[in-house]
């Protein structure tokens, strides 16, 4: 029998190692400043890239000669693309709002999607692909970076194991100095400025890290209440959306306190969690420090990637679409949780627009 689970857990790895063909994937949009990933990928085995939609010619020349991509593979027209090319899942770069466009237009041809955080603008637009998805049977996937950071998977097993207590508070902390001051492309500046493009400033940019995260570590249990307070610290910059943002979760229990800016003097993304007994400080992706007894001193623990964790969302699209890997319930990419994020944050919009407190249904 111990045999035979060595066997298993052996075919299991070298199926994730090696897939057994590339992908086909396609790019839906490129104005989403992360869209350079793919492009990074030369050496991956893992999916193939078969087409970009981009209505933007000169946007789609700048690519393609930077990249030196065959121009054959650019498309004016989704739809177009999707047709010739058949692709077994689509990346959407474009405009967080284009994302539901991206899927009634994928869905129907049995093609998974991949989006970039936040998975919409509203949470009639996420209950639309939610419907899509289910209808038929496809995944759709959002991807953030702390998903895949070791720290935060670290800090999520302690609590399994009960080595903090009862989650008590979680402080997210995440974003930079802002859009234009980091040097976004003009493309995206235009996107992440927009308030319908975008849905807000800061408050989604950054505020749907935390909103993530902390569905995740309450096992998808949705906040009592949400209160948020936005401003424009930098309205000569940031004139349509807020630059700010401070969002408060209210569990039965615990209680989360997300600070989303475009004003932090350099970038971050780090989390603290404290239950009963201890707290755990995810300082950075691969550094955490904790302490689990009042009489315990503070340890910093170093972590590396370990083949249960995805380094590379492409790697993780990959092993989904060719079923090395399973979306559960309380997966940080998969909808039920990303369902929630976007109702967080139109409850912290209406918060920080009305001046009060929104408590969920």
């Known amino acids: ?35 350079d990933w793919i492009f990074n990928r030369e050496n991956a085995k893992d999916i193939l890239l078969v087409g970009i939609y981009e209505p933007n010619k000169a946007l789609s020349k700048k690519y393609a000669e930077r990249y030196k991509l065959n121009p054959n593979i650019f498309f004016t027209d ?19 709002n284009e994302h539901i466009e991206v899927v009634r237009k994928s869905a129907p041809r049995g093609i998974h999607v991949m989006v970039e955080k936040p998975l919409a603008t509203n949470l009639k637009d996420a209950k639309d692909i939610q419907r899509l998805a289910a209808k038929h049977k496809i995944h759709v996937l959002t991807n953030y970076e702390t998903s895949w950071y070791p720290s935060n998977r670290e800090v999520k097993t302690m609590l399994e194991d009960g080595k903090l207590g009862e989650i008590k508070k979680v402080i997210v902390n995440d974003g930079h100095e802002g ?53 424009q610290n930098k309205p000569g910059i940031y004139s349509k959306v807020d630059d700010e943002a401070t969002i408060i979760l209210q569990y039965p229990k615990s209680q989360c306190i997300i600070q989303a800016s475009w004003n932090w003097p350099f970038s971050r993304k780090d989390m603290e969690v404290y239950g009963v007994t201890g707290y755990a400080v995810a300082k950075d992706a691969t550094t955490l420090k904790y302490r689990v007894a ?35 319930v309380n997966n940080l990419y998969g909808l ?9 944050l139109e409850a912290a919009k209406k918060s920080a627009a009305q001046g009060k407190t929104i408590y969920l249904e």
Request: aromatic share 8%; hydrophobic share 45%.
């Open 179 to 231: 859009p234009k001051e980091i040097g976004v492309s003009d493309e995206f500046l235009e996107i992440l400025t927009d308030p319908v493009k975008n849905g807000a400033g800061a408050l989604m940019d950054f505020g749907c890290y935390g909103a993530n995260l902390m569905t995740w570590l309450m096992e998808g249990e949705k906040p009592q209440s949400v209160t948020a307070v936005i401003n």
């Open 1 to 35: 029998m111990r045999a035979f689970n060595l066997i298993i857990f052996t075919l299991l790895i070298s199926s994730r190692a090696f897939p057994q063909e590339p992908v086909k994937v396609a790019v839906a949009g490129l104005t989403h400043g992360h869209v």
């Open 294 to 328: 009042a009489n315990s001193p503070e340890e910093t623990k170093k972590l590396n990637y370990s083949g249960e964790i995805y380094e590379d969302p492409f790697n993780f699209l990959a092993a989904i679409v060719r079923g090395n890997e399973e979306i559960e």
């Open 336 to 344: 039920p949780i990303n369902i929630t994020v976007v109702e967080i």
């Open 78 to 96: 989704l739809e177009d693309m999707l047709e010739k090319v058949k692709p077994e899942a689509v990346t959407a770069f474009g405009a967080t």
